[in-house]
């Protein structure tokens, strides 16, 4: 019984796209890259290794303001402070930060970890820091904030908006997102511009 459960759902799904026009191919396609979406995470010893783009997290995050971030600038000296760009608060308190801090300890003690998605659905290290910037307060105008502030309300959570920056969507919601293509595409600061007629 619990076997048939499962055949059933997918038998449900194959006969939905059909009837929707979608066809096997597309739920072919959707199920290979769902089943591509790799996602991995190592733990972080050394500083100098992580770059630009790489999206972090702490197993333990004491007094720091968030637990997942984006790195938006290569550590070249293992003493200095990593610059990431996260996610905080929620509802009407969300905000998008930078800030400059020390992860010394959190990697000596192996509680830095960085997360890795196979390079097919990931964004170049460039695009992840961008699409980072592009909601980030201290980079944009105040008058780009009236209109930026809008989409911190989208983000769950700090995890969400890194895996955002990272790969286009939660990675929890991979399914979803598979079925919805290329939802999240576009940068921020091109919505703006629309927004703004130009």
């Not at 070249?76 to 509802?91: A, E, F, L, T």
């Not at 919601?173 to 293509?181: E, I």
Request: hydrophobic fraction near 40%; glycine fraction near 6%; proline fraction near 2%.
């Amino acid at each position: 019984m619990a076997f048939v459960i499962p055949v059933a759902a997918l038998y449900g799904i194959g006969a939905a796209a059909g009837a929707l026009g979608l066809g096997g191919t597309s739920l072919g396609l959707m199920m290979a890259i769902k089943n591509r979406m790799k996602h991995t995470t190592d733990s972080v010893t050394r500083l100098m290794n992580l770059t630009e783009g790489d999206h972090i997290s702490l197993k333990n995050r004491r007094d720091l303001p968030f637990c997942h971030a984006i790195v938006v600038e290569t550590v070249r000296d293992p003493n200095n402070k990593i610059k990431v760009v996260y996610h905080s608060g929620s509802k009407t308190s969300a905000r998008v930060k930078f800030l400059e801090v020390d992860l010394r300890n959190q990697a000596n003690n192996g509680e830095l970890l960085r997360h890795r998605y196979e390079a097919l659905i990931c964004y170049p290290a460039e695009a992840v820091v961008a699409r980072a910037k592009s909601l980030c307060s201290q980079y944009n105008s105040a008058e780009r904030l009236t209109i930026i502030r809008n989409y911190w309300l989208f983000f769950d959570d700090d995890e969400h908006f890194a895996d955002w920056c990272q790969i286009g969507f939660r990675f929890r919601n991979s399914l979803k997102a598979c079925m919805l293509a290329n939802y999240t595409r576009t940068l921020v600061s091109h919505v703006t511009r629309l927004s703004e007629g130009s």
